[in-house]
T-cell receptor, first 112, second 117 residues
Framework: DAKTTQPTSMDCAEGRAANLPCNHSTISGNEYVYWYRQIHSQGPQYIIHGLKNNETNEMASLIITEDRKSSTLILPHATLRDTAVYYCIVRAHNTNAGKSTFGDGTTLTVKP | DGGITQSPKYLFRKEGQNVTLSCEQNLNHDAMYWYRQDPGQGLRLIYYSQIVNDFQKGDIAEGYSVSREKKESFPLTVTSAQKNPTAFYLC????????????????FGEGSRLTVL
């Protein structure tokens, strides 16, 4: 699985959009980008994933660059409850599940 | 409801004792994972299993052991050989591509917090 790089921490004002970047310059053609978040002392929660097209669901939007070497998770209207650690990972879909590795993530703090 | 159950939520043990953490899933997933998390840090992979009766070491397997005798269960034993076992332990599962509701995502339990006294 390809390695990802994320900023250690970010702040965001409540009600504004939070844009969390992730670099994955060694991503392979069959690897998807996944985002998870972890609220303190809980298990991580899946947010969204994509291959090369931009994706949107009820939680967030995922923008993947055309060369697929980076992506941005967008929380359109951040609330205090969005304060959490956000993890970006890349992984292939295939019949062999393989490893799923997580880095240190980005700690997002949403401020009133 | 379908999901992953980890137990116990909190566990205390004395140095030199082995302890086993339970992880059970009713999602019919083939792959299961164990992660360790230390304060302020990300998740590090201990062991993973892609199918019953088979498992692989992750990045920090020393001092840990696992078994996968049933699809639903993937217990983790923290042995006395683990030098610094106090941590938050997370279990996860994942469906294979083509399996039912497979989106490739990981489903996590709520974690077990182990403290060595």
């Amino acid at each position: 699985d390809a390695k990802t790089t994320q900023p250690t921490s970010m702040d965001c004002a409540e009600g504004r959009a939070a844009n969390l970047p992730c670099n994955h310059s060694t991503i392979s053609g069959n690897e998807y980008v996944y985002w998870y978040r972890q609220i303190h002392s809980q298990g991580p929660q899946y947010i969204i994933h994509g291959l090369k097209n931009n994706e949107t669901n009820e939680m967030a939007s995922l923008i993947i660059t055309e060369d697929r070497k980076s992506s941005t998770l967008i929380l359109p209207h951040a609330t205090l409850r969005d304060t959490a650690v956000y993890y970006c990972i890349v992984r292939a879909h295939n019949t062999n599940a393989g490893k799923s590795t997580f880095g240190d993530g980005t700690t997002l703090t949403v401020k009133p | 409801d379908g999901g992953i159950t980890q137990s116990p939520k909190y566990l205390f043990r004395k140095e030199g004792q082995n302890v086993t953490l339970s992880c059970e899933q009713n999602l019919n997933h083939d792959a299961m994972y164990w992660y360790r998390q230390d304060p302020g840090q990300g998740l590090r992979l201990i062991y993973y299993s892609q199918i019953v009766n088979d498992f692989q070491k992750g990045d920090i397997a020393e001092g840990y052991s696992v078994s996968r005798e049933k699809k639903e269960s993937f217990p983790l034993t923290v042995t006395s050989a683990q030098k610094n076992p106090t941590a938050f332990y997370l279990c996860a599962s994942r469906a294979y591509r083509g399996q039912g509701l497979d989106t490739g995502e990981l489903f996590f339990g709520e974690g077990s917090r182990l403290t060595v006294l």
